[in-house]
C-alpha cells in the first residue's frame, strides 16, 4: 500500500528530499523491531543513526516516529528496565550526535558561509529550528501549500486541494481496519500474561497508533502543508492497513464465521470511503467502487452463513483490492498527469541572465559584491554561472536581512556598485522584497541601466548603478 499510496507517488515524482527521508525513517522502524525482538543495544543505535540522517535530509519531519520507536523498545524489549531505559538513552544521543554533526561542522567552518535559506541571521540553526520548524507550525510563516487546505480537525478529509484524494482515503481505511483488528485480537487473545511474540505485536500496534495520532495531530493544525510533508506518516498508515489485513485474516482461518463478519465490516468501510472519496472528483470511478462494496458485502453474507475457512483468504483479498483500488487509480492520474510536488525558483529568463552577467563581470572586478539583490533566490543561475558573491537584502518570504545604514555603508565603500530590484508599485500598503526600506532606496538613489545591459524593457526587476 505505502507503494501506490498517491501522495508517496506524487512526492517520489518531485525534486524535494521527502521519499528520501521516509526511507531512513523505515529504516529506522525496521533497526528498532529488531531491536526489540533481541533486545540489540547495537540495533537500537542504529536506529538512532538512521534517524540522525532523516533529520539532516528533511529536519523535524524525520522526528516525528522518534516516540512511537521508543514506546515500542521501551514496552516490549526483553530486558531491564534499567537497560531498556540507558538503551534508549543511547540511542537517543546517536540521535543527536549524527543529526547535529552537519551543522556544528557547517557552524565551526572557517571562513565564509553560505547564507542558509529562511535564515534571518546566517545561522544554520536558525534556519532549521525557527524557519523550517517553528514558524510553519506556529503560522509566523505565511500558511498555505501547494495542496494545502484550512486547518483543523477534517483538514486531511477534505477534497480542497485533493489532500482527501492523496491521503485521506486511505487514512480512513487504515483507521476502519486497524480498529477492527483491535476488537478481534482483543477478544482471541485478551491483552494479559501474553507470550513475548504477542507481547511484541501488541507494542508495535501501539506505535503505530502513537505515530499515526502524532501525525494526523501535527499535519491537521500546521499552519504551513505541502503534500510531501505527509511522508512523516504515510509508513504508519501503509502497516496499519497491512497489519490489520493480515490479522483478520488469521483469526478467519483460525476461527471462522464469528471474525468474518469483522472482517467484511471492515472491507465494506474501506469500499466505503473508496466511494465517498470518488463523489469528490468526477474522474473517480464511483460505479466501480460502489460495485466493489456491494461484491464485498455479498461474499460477507453468503460465508457468514456457510463458515466456510477457506474463504478468509478471498475475504481477505477483496478487502486488500477495496483498499487498494483507489490509491492505485489516483497514482495512476498523479503519473498521468505529470503531477508533483516541486515548488521550483522563480528563475530569470536565461537571456537575462546572460546578459547582466556579461555586463557586471567586466565592471565589478576587485568588487566584493557582483551585485545586490532584493530576492536572491531567482539569482541561482547567475551565482552557479559567475561564481560571485551578492549581497541580498531579503530572506525568505522577503524578510529584510540588511538595514538601510548597513547597505548604505557598503555603498560608500566600494564593496557594491550594482542592484538588481523589482519594479513593483509600492502603493496602498503593499508588501514585498521591492517594497523595503534598501529597495526604495537603491530605486531612489540608483541609476537605471537596465537597457544598458541588456535587460528587456517588459522585465519587473531593474539593474540599478550606485555611485559612492
Given at each position: 500500500s505505502l507503494a501506490v499510496l498517491p501522495v508517496s507517488v506524487?512526492?517520489?515524482?518531485?525534486d524535494t528530499m521527502d521519499s528520501l527521508m521516509m526511507f531512513f525513517v523505515v529504516a529506522a522502524l525496521w533497526l528498532?523491531?529488531?531491536?526489540?525482538?533481541?533486545?540489540?543495544?547495537?540495533?537500537?543505535?542504529?536506529a538512532g543513526v538512521a534517524l540522525g540522517l532523516a533529520f539532516n535530509v528533511k529536519l523535524l519531519e524525520g522526528l516525528l516516529a522518534v516516540p512511537a520507536l521508543a514506546l515500542l523498545y521501551a514496552a516490549a524489549a526483553p530486558l531491564s528496565r534499567r537497560?531498556?531505559?540507558?538503551?534508549?538513552?543511547?540511542?537517543?544521543?546517536?540521535?543527536?550526535?549524527?543529526?547535529?554533526?552537519?551543522?556544528?561542522?557547517?557552524?565551526?567552518?572557517?571562513?565564509r558561509h553560505p547564507f542558509p535559506i529562511g535564515s534571518v541571521n546566517g545561522s544554520v540553526l536558525?534556519?532549521?529550528?525557527?524557519?523550517?520548524?517553528?514558524?510553519?507550525?506556529?503560522?509566523?510563516?505565511?500558511?498555505?501549500?501547494?495542496?494545502?487546505?484550512?486547518?483543523?480537525?477534517?483538514?486531511?478529509?477534505?477534497?480542497?486541494?485533493?489532500?482527501?484524494?492523496?491521503?485521506?482515503?486511505m487514512l480512513?481505511?487504515?483507521?476502519?481496519?486497524?480498529?477492527?483488528?483491535?476488537?478481534?485480537?482483543?477478544?482471541?487473545?485478551?491483552?494479559?500474561?501474553?507470550?513475548?511474540?504477542?507481547?511484541?505485536?501488541?507494542?508495535?500496534?501501539?506505535?503505530?497508533?502513537?505515530?499515526?495520532?502524532?501525525?494526523?495531530?501535527?499535519?491537521?493544525?500546521?499552519?504551513?502543508?505541502?503534500?510531501?510533508?505527509l511522508e512523516m506518516v504515510t509508513p504508519a498508515v501503509a502497516i496499519a492497513i497491512g497489519c490489520a489485513l493480515a490479522s483478520l485474516v488469521a483469526a478467519l482461518r483460525a476461527e471462522g464465521r464469528a471474525r468474518l463478519a469483522v472482517l467484511?465490516?471492515?472491507?465494506?468501510?474501506s469500499g466505503v470511503c473508496w466511494y465517498t472519496s470518488s463523489l469528490a472528483s468526477a474522474s473517480a470511478p464511483r460505479a466501480a467502487a460502489f460495485a466493489a462494496a456491494a461484491v464485498i458485502a455479498a461474499t460477507v453474507g453468503v460465508f457468514v452463513r456457510r463458515g466456510a475457512r477457506p474463504v478468509a483468504v478471498l475475504a481477505g483479498v477483496l478487502a486488500l483490492a477495496s483498499c487498494l483500488s483507489f490509491p492505485v487509480h489516483v497514482s495512476e492520474a498523479v503519473v498521468r498527469g505529470v503531477r508533483s510536488d516541486s515548488v521550483g525558483l522563480p528563475v530569470q529568463p536565461r537571456a537575462v541572465e546572460t546578459a547582466i552577467s556579461q555586463y557586471l563581470q567586466p565592471r565589478t572586478v576587485g568588487l566584493r559584491y557582483e551585485l545586490a539583490v532584493d530576492d536572491p533566490l531567482g539569482l541561482a543561475p547567475l551565482l552557479i554561472h559567475d561564481a560571485r558573491a551578492v549581497l541580498p537584502l531579503t530572506a525568505w518570504a522577503a524578510k529584510p536581512l540588511l538595514s538601510l545604514a548597513r547597505l548604505q555603508r557598503e555603498v560608500r565603500?566600494?564593496?557594491?556598485?550594482?542592484?538588481?530590484?523589482?519594479?513593483?508599485?509600492?502603493?496602498?500598503?503593499?508588501?514585498?522584497?521591492?517594497?523595503?526600506?534598501?529597495?526604495?532606496?537603491?530605486?531612489?538613489?540608483?541609476?537605471?541601466?537596465?537597457a544598458q545591459a541588456g535587460i528587456p524593457r517588459g522585465l519587473r526587476r531593474k539593474l540599478y548603478y550606485l555611485p559612492g
Open positions: 506524487l512526492t517520489s515524482r518531485s528498532t523491531v529488531r531491536a526489540t525482538q533481541s533486545g540489540s543495544r547495537r540495533s537500537l543505535m542504529l537497560r531498556r531505559a540507558l538503551d534508549i538513552a543511547l540511542g537517543g544521543a546517536a540521535l543527536v550526535v549524527v543529526s547535529l554533526s552537519w551543522a556544528a561542522a557547517v557552524t565551526l567552518a572557517p571562513g536558525d534556519a532549521m529550528f525557527n524557519f523550517n520548524a517553528l514558524s510553519r507550525v506556529s503560522g509566523s510563516l505565511a500558511a498555505g501549500g501547494t495542496y494545502s487546505a484550512p486547518p483543523g480537525p477534517l483538514r486531511l478529509l477534505s477534497g480542497v486541494g485533493s489532500i482527501g484524494h492523496l491521503f485521506g482515503a480512513v481505511a487504515a483507521l476502519g481496519l486497524g480498529a477492527a483488528a483491535v476488537v478481534v485480537e482483543w477478544r482471541r487473545r485478551g491483552l494479559a500474561d501474553l507470550p513475548p511474540r504477542n507481547r511484541i505485536a501488541l507494542a508495535f500496534a501501539l506505535a503505530v497508533l502513537v505515530w499515526l495520532a502524532a501525525g494526523v495531530a501535527l499535519l491537521s493544525y500546521v499552519s504551513v502543508l505541502h503534500a510531501r510533508y467484511g465490516l471492515a472491507a465494506a468501510l565603500s566600494g564593496a557594491v556598485r550594482y542592484a538588481l530590484v523589482g519594479n513593483y508599485s509600492c502603493a496602498h500598503g503593499r508588501l514585498g522584497a521591492a517594497c523595503i526600506p534598501t529597495s526604495l532606496w537603491i530605486r531612489s538613489h540608483g541609476i537605471d541601466l537596465s
